[in-house]
């Protein structure tokens, strides 16, 4: 690895308060059962990945009126990430309840950048990125992101910001 492959280093984010989100922020509520967690009863770190993705499944459907599984199915529109990530501020533990709040961060041509913000109580637990990329499924190649969906997110980020 050269110096060209090192990641810039940056200061660690610091957890937010409930009262730091916008009030108009949509949010998916879920408990975490025994399940999705290690035998300590802490939540085993892939299934926060999962819950993030039904988050973002639900947003679509529940909040932009635009069904996630058209758009995948019919429409034949991946929604494919190309990144996905989070930092971890506090434990989450079997039985706790956490909502997760989206923001669109940017919104390119063919790409799209949202934060998940998981709040426990009035602080946040954890924090999502995920940059997802639009393809085609049917030659797997980037397209633009589709005029309804952009319209929808545009306006979700208008109305958060």
Same mark, same amino acid.
């Not at 939540?43 to 926060?48: I, L, Q, R």
């Not at 599984?69 to 190309?82: A, T």
């Not at 980037?142 to 208008?158: G, H, K, L, T, V």
């Given at each position: ?20 989100? %916008? &009030?108009?922020?949509?949010? +998916? ?7 999705? @967690? =290690?035998?300590?009863? $802490?939540? !085993?770190? %892939? &299934?926060?990945?999962?819950? +993030? ?7 679509? @459907? =529940?909040?932009?009126? $635009?069904? !996630? ?93």
């Amino acid at each position: 690895m050269n110096h060209h492959d090192t990641p810039p280093q940056t200061a660690r984010p610091v957890p937010l308060s409930q009262d730091s989100l %916008p &009030k108009n922020m949509w949010a +998916f509520k879920h408990t975490f059962r025994h399940g999705q @967690c =290690d035998p300590a009863g $802490i939540v !085993y770190t %892939p &299934k926060f990945f999962d819950i +993030f993705n039904q988050a973002i499944e639900a947003w679509f @459907c =529940d909040h932009l009126h $635009i069904d !996630y599984y058209d758009v995948l199915g019919p429409r034949r529109v991946g929604l494919g990430y190309v990144s996905a990530s989070a930092t971890f501020f506090a434990p989450c533990m079997m039985g706790d309840e956490i909502e997760i709040y989206v923001r669109v961060h940017k919104l390119g041509g063919k790409s799209y950048e949202i934060t998940l913000h998981a709040m426990k109580g009035d602080k946040e637990a954890l924090r999502g990125y995920f940059t997802t990329v639009t393809t085609s499924l049917e030659s797997h190649r980037p397209i633009e992101i589709p005029q309804d969906i952009r319209s929808a997110m545009q306006n979700y980020r208008d109305a958060t910001d």
